[in-house]
Nanobody, 127 residues
Protein backbone atom coordinates (compact mmCIF):
# COMPACT_ATOMS: atom_id res chain seq x y z
CA UNK A 1 0.00 0.00 0.00
CA UNK A 2 1.24 3.48 -0.81
CA UNK A 3 1.53 6.37 1.58
CA UNK A 4 0.43 9.83 0.49
CA UNK A 5 1.68 13.29 1.44
CA UNK A 6 -0.07 16.47 0.36
CA UNK A 7 1.63 19.81 -0.06
CA UNK A 8 1.11 23.18 -1.68
CA UNK A 9 -1.53 24.69 0.56
CA UNK A 10 -1.26 28.09 2.14
CA UNK A 11 -2.85 31.46 2.79
CA UNK A 12 -3.87 33.18 -0.43
CA UNK A 13 -6.14 35.96 -1.59
CA UNK A 14 -9.36 35.56 -3.50
CA UNK A 15 -8.62 35.26 -7.21
CA UNK A 16 -5.23 33.62 -6.71
CA UNK A 17 -4.28 30.14 -7.90
CA UNK A 18 -2.69 27.19 -6.14
CA UNK A 19 -1.41 23.81 -7.20
CA UNK A 20 -1.69 21.11 -4.58
CA UNK A 21 0.50 18.03 -4.83
CA UNK A 22 -0.08 14.51 -3.58
CA UNK A 23 3.18 12.58 -3.48
CA UNK A 24 3.19 8.81 -3.14
CA UNK A 25 5.77 6.60 -1.48
CA UNK A 26 5.91 3.80 -4.01
CA UNK A 27 5.90 3.39 -7.79
CA UNK A 28 2.83 1.18 -7.35
CA UNK A 29 1.01 4.51 -7.25
CA UNK A 30 0.56 4.08 -10.99
CA UNK A 31 -1.98 1.34 -10.21
CA UNK A 32 -4.13 3.53 -7.98
CA UNK A 33 -7.07 5.78 -8.70
CA UNK A 34 -6.79 9.08 -6.85
CA UNK A 35 -9.42 11.32 -5.34
CA UNK A 36 -9.25 14.79 -3.88
CA UNK A 37 -11.54 15.82 -1.04
CA UNK A 38 -11.86 18.87 1.15
CA UNK A 39 -13.22 19.53 4.61
CA UNK A 40 -14.13 22.95 5.90
CA UNK A 41 -14.43 23.61 9.66
CA UNK A 42 -17.57 22.02 11.02
CA UNK A 43 -18.41 20.47 7.67
CA UNK A 44 -18.30 17.00 6.21
CA UNK A 45 -15.50 15.87 3.94
CA UNK A 46 -16.62 16.54 0.38
CA UNK A 47 -15.48 15.09 -2.91
CA UNK A 48 -13.72 17.55 -5.20
CA UNK A 49 -12.10 15.64 -8.06
CA UNK A 50 -10.86 12.22 -9.09
CA UNK A 51 -8.51 10.75 -11.65
CA UNK A 52 -8.06 7.22 -12.89
CA UNK A 53 -4.78 5.35 -12.59
CA UNK A 54 -3.83 6.13 -16.16
CA UNK A 55 -5.02 9.72 -16.00
CA UNK A 56 -7.41 9.06 -18.84
CA UNK A 57 -10.57 9.66 -16.80
CA UNK A 58 -11.17 12.70 -14.62
CA UNK A 59 -14.29 13.60 -12.67
CA UNK A 60 -15.26 16.72 -10.72
CA UNK A 61 -17.83 17.92 -8.26
CA UNK A 62 -20.23 20.27 -10.01
CA UNK A 63 -19.28 23.06 -7.63
CA UNK A 64 -15.66 23.16 -8.85
CA UNK A 65 -15.97 22.44 -12.55
CA UNK A 66 -14.13 25.00 -14.62
CA UNK A 67 -11.85 26.13 -11.77
CA UNK A 68 -10.24 22.89 -10.58
CA UNK A 69 -8.09 20.58 -12.68
CA UNK A 70 -6.83 17.21 -11.51
CA UNK A 71 -3.82 15.59 -13.14
CA UNK A 72 -1.06 13.12 -12.36
CA UNK A 73 2.48 12.23 -13.32
CA UNK A 74 3.04 8.56 -12.57
CA UNK A 75 6.76 8.82 -13.31
CA UNK A 76 6.97 11.34 -10.45
CA UNK A 77 4.49 9.34 -8.34
CA UNK A 78 2.48 12.52 -7.85
CA UNK A 79 -1.04 13.74 -8.41
CA UNK A 80 -1.97 17.39 -8.63
CA UNK A 81 -4.96 19.61 -8.04
CA UNK A 82 -4.78 22.95 -9.79
CA UNK A 83 -7.17 25.50 -8.28
CA UNK A 84 -7.79 28.75 -10.12
CA UNK A 85 -9.73 31.85 -9.12
CA UNK A 86 -9.78 30.84 -5.47
CA UNK A 87 -12.77 31.93 -3.41
CA UNK A 88 -13.18 32.25 0.36
CA UNK A 89 -15.56 29.26 0.20
CA UNK A 90 -12.63 27.14 -0.98
CA UNK A 91 -11.09 27.46 2.48
CA UNK A 92 -10.65 23.92 3.79
CA UNK A 93 -8.21 21.14 4.49
CA UNK A 94 -7.59 19.34 1.21
CA UNK A 95 -6.94 15.61 1.24
CA UNK A 96 -5.84 13.23 -1.44
CA UNK A 97 -6.83 9.58 -1.30
CA UNK A 98 -6.02 6.51 -3.33
CA UNK A 99 -7.38 3.07 -4.08
CA UNK A 100 -5.73 0.32 -6.07
CA UNK A 101 -7.85 -0.32 -9.15
CA UNK A 102 -7.92 -2.34 -12.32
CA UNK A 103 -7.53 -0.37 -15.50
CA UNK A 104 -11.22 -0.10 -16.36
CA UNK A 105 -12.47 1.12 -12.98
CA UNK A 106 -13.12 4.87 -12.86
CA UNK A 107 -12.33 6.95 -9.78
CA UNK A 108 -15.09 7.14 -7.18
CA UNK A 109 -16.89 10.12 -5.69
CA UNK A 110 -17.38 8.65 -2.23
CA UNK A 111 -14.79 8.67 0.52
CA UNK A 112 -15.49 4.97 0.92
CA UNK A 113 -14.08 4.40 -2.56
CA UNK A 114 -10.58 5.02 -1.18
CA UNK A 115 -8.57 3.24 1.47
CA UNK A 116 -5.40 5.31 1.66
CA UNK A 117 -5.38 8.95 2.76
CA UNK A 118 -2.87 11.71 3.20
CA UNK A 119 -2.71 13.99 6.21
CA UNK A 120 -4.16 16.97 4.38
CA UNK A 121 -2.97 20.43 3.47
CA UNK A 122 -4.67 23.63 4.61
CA UNK A 123 -5.90 26.14 2.07
CA UNK A 124 -7.10 29.47 3.41
CA UNK A 125 -8.52 32.09 1.08
CA UNK A 126 -8.92 35.65 2.30
CA UNK A 127 -11.39 38.03 0.71
Amino acid sequence: QVQLVESGGGLVQAGDSLRLSCSASRRAFQNYNVGWFRQAPGQERDFVAGISRSGGTTIYADSVKGRFTVSRDNDKMTAYLQINNLKPDDTAVYYCAAKRAILTVPPGRDAGSYDTWGQGTQVTVSS
